[in-house]
């Protein structure tokens, strides 16, 4: 099992550019969540699939961020306009069930850089 | 909405020593998850420990937490702690049921080791 995958692992882009990153989950897992990772902030949650559809997405900000998941192999965030206030961490992570006991698991995260 | 308080900033302590991490919540929920999230250098987070049940134990690589709905706590302790317990410690919470699961995380608490 390979976990979770993200790529790209490191996406540098210049304030305005668009940055699309994205997220296999586990095979078989049925939830898909999106986090951000901050120094000051700490672990945010920002958008969550159940069977790929979107179920909440209350943490995204409205304007730029939006999420899908068009198939149970892969879900992706992107970023329209990226701003520095963007940089952060990215992770995805995914669970075998959609249960609030069910056990999340993390991939490595893409770091995005935004100039 | 639902919010975790844990110690933040930076925990040092000499190996061999007991430690305790506090973690505290606010939820409308009678019934939430609770978990202890541990990221190591480099490396994204993975579940130490998670429990629904009040008033009990648990358990996991030497590392112990009780959840205390009277006083809406969760603190992680260990009695003695190691070198290679040093890492960024996340305490987080999801709601019950089958609606949104998604994870709601303290700010964390860097907790580094001294030989």
């Known amino acids: 099992n390979a976990g979770v995958i993200q790529t790209p692992r490191h996406k540098v882009t210049g304030k305005g550019q668009e940055a699309t990153l994205w997220c296999e989950p586990i095979?078989?897992?049925?939830?898909v969540f999106w986090y951000r990772q901050t120094i000051v902030q700490g672990l945010e949650f920002l958008t969550y699939?159940?069977?790929?559809?979107?179920?909440?997405d209350s943490g995204m900000p409205k304007e730029r961020f939006s999420a899908q998941m068009p198939n149970q192999s892969h879900s992706t965030l992107k970023i329209q306009s990226t701003q520095p206030q963007d940089s952060a961490v990215y992770l995805c992570?995914?669970?075998?069930?959609?249960?609030?006991?069910?056990?999340?698991?993390f991939g490595p995260g893409t770091r995005l850089l935004v100039l | 909405g639902d919010s975790v308080t844990q110690t933040e900033g930076l925990v040092t302590l000499t190996e061999g020593l007991p430690v305790m991490l506090n973690c505290t919540y606010q939820?409308?929920?009678?019934?939430?998850?609770l978990f202890w999230y541990v990221q190591h250098l480099n490396e994204s987070p993975r579940l130490l420990l998670k429990?629904?049940?009040?008033?009990k134990r648990t358990e996991h690589q030497g590392f112990h937490a009780t959840l205390h709905k009277s006083s809406s706590s969760f603190h992680l302790q260990k009695s003695s702690a190691q070198l290679s317990d040093s890492a960024l410690y996340y305490c987080?919470?999801?709601?019950?049921?089958?609606?949104?699961?998604?994870?709601?995380f303290g700010k964390g608490t860097k907790f580094s080791l001294i030989p």
């Open positions: 939820t409308i929920y009678s019934n939430p998850f």
């Open positions: 992570a995914s669970s075998l069930v959609w249960g609030g006991q069910d056990t999340q698991y």
């Open positions: 699939f159940r069977n790929q559809a979107p179920i909440d």
């Open positions: 429990s629904f049940t009040d008033n």
């Open positions: 987080a919470l999801s709601p019950p049921g089958t609606g949104s699961n998604r994870l709601t």
């Open positions: 095979s078989g897992h049925s939830a």
